[in-house]
T-cell receptor, first 113, second 112 residues
Framework: DAGVIQSPRHEVTEMGQEVTLRCKPISGHDYLFWYRQTMMRGLELLIYFNNNVPIDDSGMPEDRFSAKMPNASFSTLKIQPSEPRDSAVYFC???????????FGPGTRLTVL | DAKTTQPNSMESNEEEPVHLPCNHSTISGTDYIHWYRQLPSQGPEYVIHGLTSNVNNRMASLAIAEDRKSSTLILHRATLRDAAVYYCILHRNNNAGNMLTFGGGTRLMVKP
């Protein structure tokens, strides 16, 4: 398996623009997680899905953030409108229902100017 | 959620053992102790986890105190590639316990 795949790897956008981050989890994994990492706040969980259903979105900062998982092999994290304080590295991770180990993708580095 | 306390940074010499401590004095009986590490410019990767007994795998060993209020991740022979931030995380294995809460971690520097 290629592991968790994220795209794009880098994104530079201007304030107010819509940003969509994409994630393909490892095939067969039941759980998908979105994290954000900044120098100030470290690594924070934003939302996670189980069998494509959002279970806990308490970490989503505000209504500008939304996440979807239309099927078992694809998820998106959307920011609309983006702000400079959204600049961070966004990680997607997945795990199977029978294992404790989370597998992380390489991350998307987002810069909002 | 129970919290963990780790030193901000540690240094080691290459090919020597490294002991990374973690305190978790408020751990509950159902909390597993997980360790992840994050290499520069990469996502975190799983290292090891345990509940009560010491654990070994190809990457590391995990020594858990008898009262479970602390644990130590042991790298038997540090290499330059082991330079990373190491996170000690408590993970409650129930329906609500699918989330990993990352703290500040310990930045391990390995000197040649």
């Amino acid at each position: 398996d290629a592991g968790v795949i994220q795209s794009p790897r880098h994104e530079v956008t201007e304030m107010g623009q819509e940003v969509t981050l994409r994630c393909k989890p490892i095939s067969g994994h039941d759980y998908l997680f979105w994290y954000r990492q900044t120098m100030m706040r470290g690594l924070e969980l934003l939302i996670y899905f189980n069998n494509n259903v959002p279970i806990d979105d308490s970490g989503m900062p505000e209504d500008r953030f939304s996440a979807k998982m239309p099927n078992a092999s694809f998820s998106t994290l959307k920011i609309q409108p983006s702000e400079p304080r959204d600049s961070a590295v966004y990680f997607c991770a997945s795990r199977s229902g029978t294992d404790n180990e989370q597998f992380f993708g390489p991350g998307t580095r987002l810069t909002v100017l | 959620d129970a919290k963990t306390t780790q030193p901000n940074s540690m240094e080691s010499n290459e090919e020597e053992p490294v002991h990374l401590p973690c305190n978790h004095s408020t751990i509950s009986g159902t909390d597993y102790i997980h360790w992840y590490r994050q290499l520069p410019s990469q996502g975190p990767e799983y290292v090891i986890h345990g509940l009560t007994s010491n654990v070994n795998n190809r990457m590391a060993s995990l020594a858990i105190a008898e009262d479970r209020k602390s644990s130590t991740l042991i790298l038997h022979r540090a290499t330059l590639r082991d330079a990373a931030v190491y996170y000690c995380i408590l993970h409650r294995n129930n329906n609500a316990g699918n989330m990993l809460t990352f703290g500040g971690g310990t930045r391990l520097m390995v000197k040649p």
